[in-house]
Structure formats: C-alpha cells, structure tokens
C-alpha cells in the first residue's frame, strides 16, 4: 500500500497551492489548474459542475473496495487494443450486488453526487500503469447528467478540454446504429475526439489524489473532453505526478 508521506508530490502541491491562495483576494482550488482564455462566466460554470473531494473514503474503505473487486479483475487480462483506440491498458467490469459496507460507500457518492437515483450497474475500470485513457466525451445514449468516479491505489492527473459546440452537441434522437459508429463505444458510449487541441482554446488539469471524488456534471460532462493523461505526461503546475496502476469505481445516472 502506498502512503502519501510529508514530501510526497501531492502535500507539495497542496502546500505551494494553499500558501498561494492565502496571497490571493480570490479563493482557487488547489486541485485545479486553468490554461487558455476562459470566458469567466464558463469558467465559473466549469468551477461549479466539476468538483474533486480529497480523502472521500478512507484507508480502510479503499482497502475493503479494492479486496471486493481484485478477485474478479485478476481474471481479466489488460487489453492495449480497443477497437475505437479510446483506451489502452485497461480491464473493466460491471457490479450490481455489492457487500454491505461498500454499499454504503456507494450510498454516500449517491448523495453527495446525484440528484436521485444512480444507475444499477457500478461501472469498474482498472487501468494499469502505464494505461491511458484518451479524450472522449461520454454518449448522452448510455449515461445522464452525471458522472462520479472513486480513484483507488494511485493518484492521476484528469484533463478537460474545451470541444467545438458541433462536436459536442449529442442529439437525444442518436439510434443504436449510430451509438455504434467509429468514434464510439458499443459498450459506454463513449465518443472519442481523434486530438484534444490545446492551441486557440482553453482547458483544465485535474488533480485526482488517491481516495478522492470527482463529481462531472453538466457544462463539464456535455462540454469537455476528459482524458487520464499517461505516466509520461502525468504532471501538475510543474510537478510530476507518479501513475500506479488505479481503479476507478465509477457512478452514472440514467440518459
């Protein structure tokens, strides 16, 4: 088990960060960096409907979280060639009954997250360490408004970027034949942009420590591509960002 120590990059991060913000008039958030022209009423938007809790759950949670779903992803091989090239190095599954503790972990993200009722089926995602997932936003066919995820065993670095309003724009009349086209996911939906371009634009770098939230929803869910940046690129203001191998247990509501 890995333990964050006192010269771990993320209490630096959040150390230069705090002493930062306590200079500043205006309060920012230590686990994200903004990049590019932001209109400020997006930005304030993005600020709202993107929202990372450090230290959801605890060692122990995690801990019971990841001996429920290791049996089952041991029998799994990572796979480094999806279809769609969306994703490499990854294993997943789906969970319904869980035990009683960590449903009540599940419990707690319903509340702090959802506006009601998440969808049944728990969505688990194993990426490895030298996995990746690339820029994609997901189907409006196969998840709503929101979209929370649990980070065990690593920390990482979550990119958004800012999509073309005709790219992004997913028409509730999308049919099956089209959910099933090159640029998405049979499975997920995911809809996959071939580059997230940087240039002329505006985007946002994530922290996501171990153990934390991530709580996307509207402008952030519908608006920006989403991607974990692969431990080559793992890096945040300036500091590297070691990438273990990370599970993320993933909620959805309903489309």
Wanted: proline content about 5%.
């Amino acid at each position: 088990m890995i333990i964050l120590n006192r010269c771990s990059p993320i209490r630096q991060i959040l150390r230069r960060c705090h002493t930062e913000a306590a200079a500043c008039s205006k309060v920012r958030n230590p686990l994200t960096a903004f990049f590019g022209k932001w209109p400020e009423s997006e930005q304030q938007e993005f600020v709202q409907h993107m929202r990372i809790i450090p230290d959801f759950i605890t060692e122990s949670e995690e801990q019971q979280l990841h001996e429920e779903v290791e049996p089952y992803m041991n029998r799994l091989r990572y796979e480094f060639d999806h279809w769609d090239d969306a994703i490499h190095g990854f294993r997943e599954t789906e969970r319904k009954k869980w035990y009683p503790h960590n449903r009540d972990v599940l419990e707690r993200v319903r509340q702090v997250a959802f506006d009601g009722a998440i969808m049944p089926y728990i969505h688990v995602l194993d990426l490895a360490a030298d996995g990746v997932i690339k820029p994609h936003v997901d189907s409006t066919r196969y998840c709503g408004t929101t979209i929370s995820g649990i980070s065990l065993l690593s920390d990482s670095v979550m990119r958004l970027v800012r999509t073309d309003a005709q790219k992004y724009q997913q028409p509730v009349t999308e049919t099956v034949t089209d959910a099933k086209s090159a640029d998405s996911d049979a499975v997920y939906g995911h809809r996959r942009f071939p580059e997230a371009l940087l240039e002329n634009g505006f985007y946002a770098d994530l922290l996501l420590p171990r153990r934390s939230l991530y709580i996307m929803c509207h402008t952030a869910r519908y608006n920006f591509t989403h991607e974990i940046l692969s431990k080559e690129h793992s890096t945040f203001l300036g500091t590297a960002i070691p990438k273990a191998r990370r599970i993320s247990i993933i909620c959805r509501n309903d489309p």
